[in-house]
């Protein structure tokens, strides 16, 4: 069993930078692939990146360039780092876990494992 809290959300304006972290529990988190959503109101939830090894990443299209996942396995946590933020970025964002078997996780059903959500909101 894993459990995620995410955290860092807040209220920026657009241009500006936010890094969400999302803190795991579970002694094996080194092996989990771990993938960021957002969901923003009244519209599906949708992917944002993913990582899994230490350093393989893959990226929504929308977010390319501007946003960087990261990890720190000895601290159990994973960083989403956004710059260049747009009020089209506003949302709930979520991090969520699943075993990796070496390939990138993009869909939501992929995963076993959700936090409860950070609010990030950004005005223009």
């Known amino acids: 069993q894993v459990q995620l809290v995410e955290s860092g959300g807040g209220l920026v304006q657009a241009g500006d930078s936010l890094r969400l972290s999302c803190a795991a529990s579970?002694?094996?988190?080194?092996?989990?692939?771990v993938g960021w959503f957002r969901q923003a109101p009244g519209k599906e939830r949708e992917f944002v990146a993913s990582?899994?090894?230490?350093?393989?990443?893959y990226y929504a299209d929308s977010v390319k360039g501007r946003f960087t996942i990261s990890r720190v396995n000895a601290k159990n946590t994973v960083y989403l780092l956004m710059s260049s933020l747009k009020p089209e970025d506003t949302a709930v964002y979520y991090c969520?876990?699943?075993?990796?078997?070496?390939?990138?996780?993009?869909?939501?059903?992929?995963?076993?494992?959700w936090g409860q959500g950070t609010q990030v909101t950004v005005s223009s």
């Open positions: 579970g002694r094996t988190f080194s092996s989990y692939a």
């Open positions: 990582i899994w090894t230490n350093t393989r990443t």
């Open positions: 969520a876990a699943r075993v990796s078997y070496g390939r990138p996780y993009a869909k939501s059903e992929e995963y076993s494992y």
